[in-house]
């Protein structure tokens, strides 16, 4: 049975920093499309960034680009999100997303085991 489990999550000041981790039981992440996703409240979900199965091509939506790495550990078997400069309408429940066969990194639908996502608060 396959198992994504997010983590890290928590209350950050503006300017801050927090790292997102993403496990999985049940599969190897190195032979997955890894994709995080995140949810405002009164918003709908959002894609913020992906790294591709066996090369690892990463990908950020413009509003996180050049503030969030996407990281894999393989020895680990788990994803990471580092998210610097944090920013207050970063704040949503970030969901971990894998597929084997991701074409479009920032459609849901593609993906086919989802956590239950782990909070993020970026306030003073």
């Known amino acids: 049975q396959v198992q994504v489990v997010e983590s890290g999550g928590g209350l950050a000041q503006p300017g801050g920093s927090l790292r997102l981790s993403c496990a999985a039981s049940g599969i190897s992440l190195q032979d997955y499309s890894i994709g995080w996703f995140r949810q405002a409240p009164g918003k709908e979900r959002e894609a913020v960034s992906s790294?591709?199965?066996?090369?690892?091509?990463?990908y950020y939506t413009s509003a996180v680009q050049d503030r969030f790495t996407i990281s894999r550990d393989a020895a680990k078997n788990t994803v990471y999100l580092q998210m610097n400069t944090l920013k207050p309408e970063d704040t949503a429940v970030y969901y971990c997303?894998?597929?084997?066969?991701?074409?479009?990194?920032?459609?849901?639908?593609?993906?086919?085991?989802w956590g239950q996502g782990t909070r993020v608060t970026v306030s003073s």
């Open positions: 790294i591709s199965a066996i090369l690892g091509i990463t």
């Open positions: 997303a894998t597929g084997q066969r991701v074409g479009k990194w920032m459609k849901g639908y593609e993906y086919d085991y």
